[in-house]
């Protein structure tokens, strides 16, 4: 039963962390995961996304659409298959990592609440 405790804490620590993320950087982890995988500046599928960021490909959906509608990334038909869009960043959406990037995101608070967690 300890270790169900455990686990219990160890999702709360990340919700907290995922929360202050949130409201600190206007986007979910999983919306910034989507612009750390494209910041390289190559096109990539909602395939590739799903595969980076690790969600099911209807809800990779619904994050590609919340970061497109921020203006961060753009769709694009892949000219080698009419079937299949790519998506790439924008200007802003390189701003945005850019920002990100200088910006402490917690990290050092995140992992000492997860060590406290496993005691």
């Given at each position: 039963?300890?270790?169900?405790?455990?686990?219990?804490?160890?999702?709360?620590?990340?919700?907290?962390?995922?929360?202050?993320?949130?409201?600190?950087?206007?986007?979910?982890?999983?919306?910034?995961?989507?612009?750390?995988?494209?910041?390289?500046?190559?096109?990539?599928?909602?395939?590739?996304?799903?595969?980076?960021?690790?969600l099911s490909n209807s809800r990779?959906?619904?994050?590609?659409?919340?970061?497109?509608?921020?203006?961060?990334?753009?769709?694009?038909?892949?000219?080698?298959?009419?079937?299949?869009?790519?998506?790439?960043?924008?200007?802003?959406?390189?701003?945005?990592?850019?920002?990100?990037?200088?910006?402490?995101?917690?990290?050092?608070?995140?992992?000492?609440?997860?060590r406290k967690c496993l005691g």
């Amino acid at each position: 039963m300890e270790d169900i405790c455990t686990i219990k804490d160890i999702y709360k620590t990340l919700y907290q962390f995922e929360k202050a993320f949130a409201e600190c950087n206007g986007m979910t982890i999983n919306e910034a995961m989507i612009l750390c995988c494209l910041k390289d500046g190559e096109a990539k599928t909602a395939g590739a996304l799903s595969e980076f960021v690790g969600l099911s490909n209807s809800r990779i959906s619904k994050v590609i659409n919340a970061v497109e509608g921020k203006q961060l990334i753009r769709r694009l038909i892949n000219p080698n298959d009419k079937r299949q869009m790519l998506f790439s960043l924008t200007p802003e959406g390189r701003a945005c990592i850019a920002t990100m990037q200088g910006k402490d995101l917690g990290f050092d608070n995140f992992f000492t609440n997860l060590r406290k967690c496993l005691g």
